[in-house]
């Protein structure tokens, strides 16, 4: 059983920031991750992308779901602990790589798929709707943690029964010992059932450098 469970969308810079200060404290303490999925297509299907959101986002959610889907079928035919490492393999070229287009290439998705070691025709799933149904449960199952109306990502202590969060939300990859103090607080919150919600809305833009 896995110590957390993180739930993830590829085209999400918050969810790549947070997921790599994740890395950092297994880095430095042993803590089992299961990378699992939320599509924030499926999350914000009801909504109307022409009105509520800006140009761009509705091709960016889309893309995140196809490449979740590719994601799924490396689950299914090469085992979880593929799953990891597609993801970290995705944000360095969409995040660290500035490139939010990269598998767009089917090539070059096929190409990532070799490197990693697994075969290149899973890159087929891209477009492959049948993956959709695991992804669509496990959206729900995050949304269902966290009681609805967040996006990504969702964090799970001690899964399946443990707490969830939505986030943290941060802009710069802790690291070190502060990668560690933040981890405590967030566990911390997570573990009182009374704890819903802390929030500021001036966020600096996502600094993948650090």
């Known amino acids: 059983m896995a110590d957390v469970e993180f739930f993830w969308d590829p ?25 699992k999925f939320i599509a924030l297509r499926i999350v914000n299907e009801e909504r109307d992308y022409a009105t509520e959101f800006a140009e761009g986002y509705e091709a960016g959610h889309n893309r995140g779901l196809y490449l979740l889907r590719v994601a799924a079928a490396v689950r299914k035919h090469v085992g979880p602990h593929a799953v990891g490492d597609l993801y970290s393999a995705y944000g360095e070229a ?3 790589g500035r490139n939010r287009e990269a598998f767009d290439d089917r090539a070059r998705l096929e190409a990532l798929l070799v490197d990693l070691g697994h075969p290149a025709e899973l890159a087929g799933a891209f477009d492959e709707p049948a993956y959709d149904d695991v992804i669509r449960a496990e959206t729900a199952d995050a949304l269902e943690r966290c009681g609805g109306f967040i996006g990504t990502p969702v964090l799970s202590f001690a899964p399946p029964d443990g707490p969830s969060l939505f986030g943290p939300v941060i802009s710069v ?5 502060e990668a560690l103090q933040v981890w405590d607080a967030v566990q911390t919150l997570a573990s009182k059932p009374y704890f819903s919600e802390l929030k500021r809305s001036n966020r600096p833009k996502p600094d993948f450098t650090r």
Do not use: F, Y
């Open 173 to 177: 990859i802790p690291k070190g010992n």
């Open 94 to 96: 969409m995040h660290d």
């Open 11 to 35: 085209v999400c810079p918050w969810a790549w920031i947070t997921s790599r200060w994740v890395h950092e404290v297994a880095r430095q303490r042993p803590l089992e991750v299961d990378w």
